[in-house]
């Protein structure tokens, strides 16, 4: 069965370090969304994208946070200059069109560890 | 501002008991529910989506139930196994379409005694 893959499953970095998180939804998925999760929180929504643009973002989102979708496979979360806060799990999930029947699949998350 | 509630935090069980999680939402006008299993330290696996204008949808042992006027939904697991142990969570798309951002609840952390 196809999923969604994310590179790399672990990622530590230093505090004000830039880190790009990477994904490769499942093939002919068209919505593409990345989620974070903080050890014992809630699952939180980041950002939504489709047809090449930002469909939707959370307060969460602000100006250190960016994606792209740089060819028609990779699907890429870049932090500028990370802080201690964003330590945490963060998923990436697809969905393939359709109205109401159709879910989004969900990566097995990279842990991103600021140091 | 859409609002999932899943009570209680944990749950644990014998093995062989039929059992029943609970998740409640804030704002009934969701376009569908889906219901995840989270291992631990892992990522999340859609167990099933229950469409709005559905009433029940099963999965081999599972069963996903949805009340949309009273905002709650309910997952039934079938003569429950240690394999079943894990967090289930439930989460609903947003106001602005069925594509839109998943809101979810903390989860239940299921633990089923051999």
């Known amino acids: 069965e196809p999923e969604v893959t994310q590179t790399p499953s672990h990622q530590v970095t230093q505090m004000g370090q830039e880190v790009i998180l990477h994904c490769v939804p499942i093939s002919n998925h068209l919505y593409f969304y990345w989620y974070r999760q903080i050890l014992g929180q809630k699952v939180e929504f980041l950002v939504s994208f489709y047809n090449n643009e930002i469909s939707e973002k959370s307060e969460i989102f602000d100006d250190q946070f960016s994606v792209e979708r740089p060819d028609g496979s990779n699907f890429t979360l870049k932090i500028r200059s990370t802080k201690l806060e964003d330590s945490a799990m963060y998923f990436c999930a697809s969905r393939a069109l359709g109205k109401y029947n159709q879910p989004q699949h969900f990566g097995d998350g990279t842990r991103l560890s600021i140091l | 501002k859409q609002e999932v509630t899943q009570i209680p935090a944990a749950l644990s069980v014998p093995e062989g008991e039929n059992l029943v999680l609970n998740c409640s939402f804030t704002?009934?006008?969701?376009?569908?529910l889906q219901w995840f299993r989270q291992d631990p330290g892992k990522g999340l696996t859609s167990l099933l989506l229950i469409q709005s204008s559905q009433r029940e949808q099963t999965s081999g042992r599972l069963n996903a139930s949805l009340d949309k006027s009273s905002g709650r939904s309910t997952l039934y697991i079938a003569a429950s196994q240690p394999g079943d142990s894990a967090t289930y969570l439930c989460?609903?798309?947003?106001?602005?379409?069925?594509?839109?951002?998943?809101?979810f609840g903390k989860g239940i952390t299921l633990s089923v005694r051999p």
């Open positions: 989460a609903v798309p947003g106001e602005t379409g069925a594509n839109s951002k998943l809101t």
């Open positions: 704002d009934s006008a969701i376009y569908n």
